[in-house]
């Protein structure tokens, strides 16, 4: 038996982002049961805060396959994407979010070991499609209170059009 992982989130955030993740249904010739929505939330935080490779997710966890799969059929039914604009929308609602500092691009971020940005990336090390949505969802949120933001301050007349 596994020994039960470090939460990376509490209880009441973990409230908010269970019911947008879909429960999973046996299939009909039965099978083995699902892993625990939350325990694979959980190791996919895991990977995305340690910058690990999935192999090295700690035993507390589903295993990295499990936790591997479950994070590309929510990033393939776009689950991962809608989750995350509506996490992004309750903090927003809660005004939890600063949207005064924020980056949009990362053209401060130097390139590893000195390679210039017009050199593809070798395919291996392309970045993957959950992190391509993730960053869309937020620019997506971003925009639209940026949007809200600027409208809100022409109808002020802080900012002239």
Not at 27 to 49: M, Q, S, Y
Not at 98 to 114: C, L, M
Request: with cysteine; glycine share 8%.
């Amino acid at each position: 038996m596994r020994k039960p992982a470090k939460r990376e989130l509490t209880n009441e955030m973990w409230e908010k982002i269970d019911p947008l993740l879909p429960d999973l249904q046996p299939g009909p010739k039965g099978g083995r049961p699902w892993a625990d929505n939350r325990e694979v939330f959980e190791g996919i935080l895991w990977i995305l805060r340690t910058g690990a490779r999935w192999r090295d997710l700690p035993p507390e966890y589903p295993s990295p396959a499990t936790c591997w799969r479950r994070l590309h059929k929510w990033e393939e039914e776009g689950i991962w994407r809608d989750a995350w604009q509506e996490y992004l929308g309750q903090l927003d609602a809660d005004g939890l979010l600063d949207w005064e500092e924020v980056f949009i691009d990362a053209s401060f971020s130097p390139a590893k070991k000195g390679v210039s940005r017009s050199v593809p990336l070798a395919k291996g090390r392309a970045q993957s499609g959950w992190w391509w949505q993730t960053v869309q969802g937020f620019q997506l949120a971003l925009s639209s209170n940026r949007q809200a933001l600027r409208k809100s301050l022409l109808r002020s007349g802080d900012l002239q059009p």
